[in-house]
T-cell receptor, first 113, second 114 residues
């Protein structure tokens, strides 16, 4: 089955800095890579996703990159703000088959004002 | 508001109690999921239902019993739980399998087993 590794487990940055979270996956057939943000007391919510036919996707201050050859993908947050503080989960799955997303262990991002 | 509602939000129960967690989705989805989230552990998939049929049981102990009467409702019946079962239980929904796509999560039910 799929195995997703996520690093770091904790990331502390100053407001305005950039934050990068990295994930690797094992199943070369995986083709859908979502990122979820979980704020305190809430369930995870999708913030951005990327499919294997593109190498990068951007949405305002958030971007995701994908390297299919190396089987790794990353989340980049620029100009971090205190409200970005949350736990971020990466996931990998194969669409078009009955594959449920496999999640990474999560990264606790703390943005200091 | 994600369209997935879980009740109760908090539950404290003894090891001999029987209780149930409820999940309801208003998104017209056909797949529903139960996840367990413990401190310092990854999200653990427990059960998946697709069009009311159970398609995944991730080696979950029988003290957890799911029920899916229709595509909009999902229950998790709990009995004779152990303290290590204390966790946040998350319900999610998505389009029907095989096109999983985005998962929409509820806010979770925080369970404490004494």
């Amino acid at each position: 089955g799929e195995n997703v590794e996520q690093h770091p487990s904790t990331l502390s940055v100053q407001e305005g800095d950039s934050a990068v979270i990295k994930c690797t996956y094992s199943d070369s057939a995986s083709n859908y890579f979502p990122w979820y943000k979980q704020e305190l007391g809430k369930g995870p919510q999708l913030i951005i996703d990327i499919r294997s036919n593109v190498g990068e996707k951007k949405d305002q201050r958030i971007a995701v990159t994908l390297n299919k050859t190396a089987k790794h993908f990353s989340l980049h947050i620029t100009e971090t703000q205190p409200e970005d503080s949350a736990v971020y989960f990466c996931a990998a799955s194969r669409t078009g088959g009955s594959y449920i997303p496999t999640f990474g262990r999560g990264t606790s991002l703390i943005v200091h004002p | 508001e994600t369209g997935v509602t879980q009740t109760p939000r908090h539950l404290v129960m003894g090891m001999t109690n029987k209780k149930s967690l409820k999940c309801e989705q208003h998104l017209g989805h056909n797949a529903m999921y139960w996840y367990k989230q413990s401190a310092k552990k990854p999200l653990e998939l427990m059960f998946v239902y697709n069009f009311k049929e159970q398609t995944e049981n991730n080696s979950v102990p029988s003290r957890f019993s799911p029920e899916c009467p229709n595509s909009s409702h999902l229950f998790l019946h709990l009995h004779t739980l152990q303290p290590e079962d204390s966790a946040l239980y998350l319900c999610a929904s998505s389009q029907g399998l095989p096109n999983t796509g985005e998962l929409f999560f509820g806010e979770g039910s925080r369970l404490t087993v004494l």
